[in-house]
């Protein structure tokens, strides 16, 4: 793909996935918690976040480019290791195409020097709530959000079960 290519979001997914075996970087976290390319919905979830550049839009239609491409192929390379996300967002964040490229390479030579990660042990704590209803914990989680935005998680969830 040269610099003044313009994809589609599924061409996207599809380059990256690409990229990502020529890299000999396509590697999902043996948990299963993490694919090791990332589908449509995913290239939404990491834009929205800051993870990757915002699409241009052409018309109607939203396209990618060479450096949403590396982003996503750092990005992932970066995830099967179990580099969490605010992390990778610190190291590819503002980056320029020539510093991603430089990231890639290094990944690339470290994967050919270490073994396959081993995932880490996660342990939960199990929380009874009511009789019939546990709130399972992984160990160490801390809230990411205000105690409002929280409890508005757990009441929509409830809704879906059919609770009130």
């Known amino acids: 793909m040269n610099e003044t ?5 599924e ?9 990502l075996g020529r890299r000999n970087l396509r590697e ?15 290239v939404r979830y990491y834009a929205t976040y800051g993870l990757v550049d915002r699409p241009s839009k052409v018309g109607r ?6 450096r949403h491409v590396l982003q996503l192929v750092a990005l992932k390379a970066l995830q099967a290791r179990g580099v969490p996300l605010a992390e990778i967002q ?9 510093e ?3 990231l890639l390479r290094t990944e690339e030579e470290a994967r050919g020097r270490r073994p396959a990660p081993r ?5 939960w704590r199990e929380l009874a709530l009511e009789p019939g209803l ?9 809230p990411g959000m205000s105690p409002d935005a929280l409890e508005h998680k757990v009441r929509a969830a409830l809704a879906a079960l059919g609770g009130k």
């Open 28 to 42: 999902a976290q043996e948990d299963g918690r993490v694919s090791a390319a990332p589908d449509a919905r995913t």
């Open 11 to 19: 061409e996207l997914c599809r380059e990256v996935t690409a990229e």
């Open 61 to 66: 239609e939203v396209r990618y480019g060479r």
């Open 90 to 98: 610190a190291r590819v964040y503002g980056r320029s195409n020539s």
């Open 5 to 9: 290519s313009t994809l589609t979001l």
């Open 119 to 123: 995932p880490a042990a996660v342990v």
């Open 100 to 102: 991603l490229e430089t």
């Open 134 to 142: 546990k709130l399972m914990v992984e160990e160490g989680w801390a």
